[in-house]
């Protein structure tokens, strides 16, 4: 075990930064060339990131140290498993996303594609730069690079609607940065440093009011991009972008940022120790607690399918947080597998809500009756996803799941469970009832009763994140140790008790 | 040569000064090379200045030869070599910005714009080179008279504006002479480092107390510090494109120096802060000044008069890190110092580029220019997030010195005014984005592309110095730390 100096991680996050130019000023002249760029952007990326993986697992530090930006504190990746394990699902579902998009920005021939393309990039960009961050500025400086990147994905349709969506967004998400600015302002002040340390570096440091204050206004600024309900209202609007927008940065990207960032505040630089001390993790896990059952509530009720699925994902948000709020290792294992497993699953159903739309226009759930007979591919990976999501084995979610039970009962707190198994159940309540509508009831007279699929573009890579979220659940370590990666990182952390 | 560096810097465009009158009636196209060659010169020889600084310590340059306090001192130091690069670099900017917008807006009266364009930047140099509290008022009189001249050259309403700024510089300037009489009649030295010196002695003293008390009022008229702004923004908005650009980021930066010289160069900074609270009050107005050049903005619908009331916001934020009168405040302030001259003058530029192309600076006229103007409101885009203080850049690092200096002496209101004006500022430059940016279309229409709009991208001698600053922006945003590090920490009073 050691710290490794390497390049590698400037350059994941360059290679897009470059792609991003380059698509810029290809632009429409030559379409071809420009989704040549990001196709290339994404392979390069992921196997600059690949490439760091054995190291990592062997309880390697990979390090790379840019620039000093103020006494104490240097522009500087620092890559643990942790962080390692963001990058790997992120660079990995942006190939995916990347075939998918082309097939989907050009089958409605949508406007303004170069500046779609050109966001998503940087969006990536920023992305990596989060996951491999090696303190909590360098953090703060993607997030926020993060936040502006999205916004012209979220107006993108540039109607009334989406315009009001993009001002909603812009709000909820710079008042958040600068909660988390003063936070990490608080910090400095009190330690003289950010930097990121497996078991937090604040034990000590300051009164303990202050301490929760930090606390609260991190996590609240990190939730909102977590979509942490009452702070939620910004996701189900912005569901007005593009559907592989809201596949890769409403379920994985962007959102799992936020959480990215919780994790990291309770875990770097609060540490388990601290938290106990100051009894935050309790608080922070019934505040969860609220979010998970009532989100859960909120899906059940709407009819449009990807409100529906942007509440699901709040609710899984927020079980994720609520994983590692235990504190304890099957914990903290489960939480962070979640974001993984979530993130296949839930791109999966994205991808479905956006194939349905791409060939039938249609939006809601109450006008698919029957549409399974129509596209029988896209409706099966529909109930692979549903089924991950509600935790039923052999999807992947069912791993996670269950070690974060395994996790609630570890810290003797047997409320939580009941709030994990009522989530499940709602999950059932609210995604079942798609599955068999889709398949067995009469369908609807514009419903074509014979094959008639989206575009194989959209059809492959939505198939491939259902598959894979199948093999994650059967073999947890196929592709790239994927899962030690993540008990790794909860080894760590918790190493440092 | 090297030695005489600092002197250079205003003499050379002193003289170039008055020999571009002749050159233009000679042959008026070679004016623009011939200020362009004056400013490099300056600017070359600031940044020898600056390292010489930085190698061997401060300079000292006695003029004619005769020795302080009887004769005229140059002293460069730390600050004033960092601000003399800025001002110098800035100057030269809006010089080879200013060709076109000179010859659309003035084309009968380029000579002597250019002439009095060159006396002004010598004045800014020499404010900042100057040891001596009354060559320092004669220099602040030099910039003050080019600028009412300039700016009453521009469009309509131009010359009330100007004359609206004459009656309140020239108050200004009073209160300043005043105190720097004072100063002379209880001393009997007008050399800083010799005030220095002899001023603890005297703190008791009412003149003394009365003396600092009006060159601060001086220096915060000519600063354009709420509630002190009344004559800025009409004169600012009506002047002609490169002349705001000019004067925007300059003159209100070269007196935030001031002030802070006087108050912890001439007074010992334990005057400033616990003797007189001037430190108290001056935070406590930055922050009004602050939120009433946010709050004023957003009522704006005009471009540039938009900027200047940020401007009038940002004036706060130099006031306020000097308000707080510890490390981080002060580093906050002299890198802002910087960033701010950054920005302003990339904003002002713009502006003028859009009113160059669109002779329009409607915010509500803006649709499609990102498409008639990409690299223009790209820059824009990377400026306006400077301004609201997104990193990486710059204008993001003096917010986290100013928010840390405030947080350091538990200053939680005005922390808390600091985040404010951030939000007010992306709502701000959100607002004009969006305006230029996005392209409204009723329901679920997915077409191609809508109407073409033809490319007619800024002339490219605005456009490099747009670019150029908008790169700077990003990379000494990137090279913060290594300022702080190697100029900004020396500039500060040890004692803090």
Sequence with gaps: MGVIVSIKPLLAVLVTLVAAVLILFTGERNRNLREFWTLLASIIKFSIVISMVPLILKGNIIEYTIISLTPGIALQFRIDSLGMFFGVLASFLWIITSVYSIGYVRSLDEHAQTRYFFNFALCLSATMGIAFAGNLLTLFIFYEILTVATWPLVYHKETEEAIMAGRKYLVYTLTAGMAILFGIILIYSLTGTTDFKPGGFLSGCGSANILRFIFVILILGFGVKAAVMVLHEWLPSAMVAPTPVSALLHAVAVVKAGVFGCLKVILYVFGPELLHELNLWLVLAYFVSFTIIVSGMYALAQDNLKRRLAFSTINNLAIIIMGAAMLTPSGIKGAIFHMGSHGFMKITLFFVAGAIYVKTHKENISELDGIGRQMPLTMGAFAIGAMGIAGIPPVCGFISKWYMALGTLEANEVFFLFVLLTSAMMDIAYFFPIIYSSFFKKPKEDVIPCFNEAPMMMVIPLMVTAIISIILGIFPNAFFNFFNIASTAAGKILGGM | ?496
């Design chain 2, 1 to 496: 040569m090297i030695e005489q560096a600092p002197v250079l810097i205003v003499v050379i465009p002193l003289i170039f000064a008055f020999i571009t009158p002749l050159i233009g009636w000679w042959r008026k196209e070679l004016c623009y090379p011939w200020i362009i060659l004056s400013l490099t010169l300056s600017t070359f020889c600031s940044v020898i200045t600056l390292l010489t600084v930085i190698n061997t310590g401060v300079i000292h340059y006695h003029l004619g030869g005769w020795l302080p306090p009887w004769g005229i001192e140059y002293a460069v130091d730390y600050l004033n070599a960092f601000v003399l690069v800025i001002v110098s670099f800035t100057s030269l900017t809006v010089a080879v910005y200013s060709k076109k917008s000179v010859e659309l807006e003035l084309p009968e009266k380029t000579i002597y714009f250019y002439t009095v364009f060159l006396l002004q930047a010598t004045g800014f140099f020499g404010i900042i080179v100057t040891g001596d509290m009354f060559n320092l008022y004669v220099f602040l009189e030099i910039a003050s008279l080019a600028g009412y001249a300039l700016i009453a050259v521009g469009e309509e309403g131009a010359p009330m504006a100007s004359f609206r700024y004459v009656i309140m510089g020239t108050i200004g300037a009073s209160f300043y002479l005043l105190g720097v009489g004072y100063l002379y009649m209880t001393t009997g030295s007008l050399n800083m480092a010799d005030l220095a010196r002899l001023l603890p002695d005297l703190y008791g003293s009412k003149v003394v107390l009365v003396a600092f008390t009006f060159l601060i009022v001086g220096v915060a008229t000519k600063m354009a510090l709420f509630p002190l702004h009344g004559w800025l923004p009409d004169a600012y908005e009506k002047a002609p494109s490169s002349v705001s650009a000019l004067l925007a980021p300059l003159m209100t930066k070269v007196s935030a120096y001031v002030m802070i010289r006087i108050m912890f160069t001439v007074f010992k900074p334990y005057f400033s802060i616990e003797m007189l609270p001037v430190t108290t009050i001056l935070s406590w107005i930055a922050a009004a000044a602050i939120l009433y050049g946010a709050v004023m903005a957003l009522a704006q619908t005009d471009l540039k008069r938009m900027l200047v009331y940020v401007l009038l916001s940002e004036v706060g934020y130099l006031v306020l890190g000097i308000g707080l009168a510890n490390k981080n405040g002060l580093t906050g302030t002299i890198l802002h110092i910087m960033n701010d001259a950054c920005m302003m003058v990339a904003l002002f530029m713009i502006v003028g580029a859009i009113v160059y192309r669109c002779g329009n600076r409607e915010i509500s006229q803006f649709r499609n220019l990102h498409r008639r103007m990409p690299f223009t409101m790209a820059a824009f885009v990377i400026v306006g997030l400077s301004v609201v203080g997104i990193p990486p850049t710059c204008g993001f690092f003096s917010k986290w010195y100013l928010i840390l200096g405030a947080v350091d002496t538990s200053q939680w209101v005005l922390a808390g005014v600091l985040v404010l004006s951030s939000l007010l500022n992306a709502i701000l430059f959100f607002r004009v984005i969006e305006y230029a940016y996005i392209e409204p279309r009723g329901g679920h229409d997915n077409g191609g592309e809508s109407l073409a709009v033809v490319r007619e991208e800024a002339p490219l001698t605005m456009l490099i110095p747009i670019i150029s600053v908008t790169a700077g922006i990003v990379l000494l945003g990137l090279l913060s730390g290594r300022i702080v590090s190697t100029v900004i920490q020396f500039a500060i009073p040890a004692c803090f």
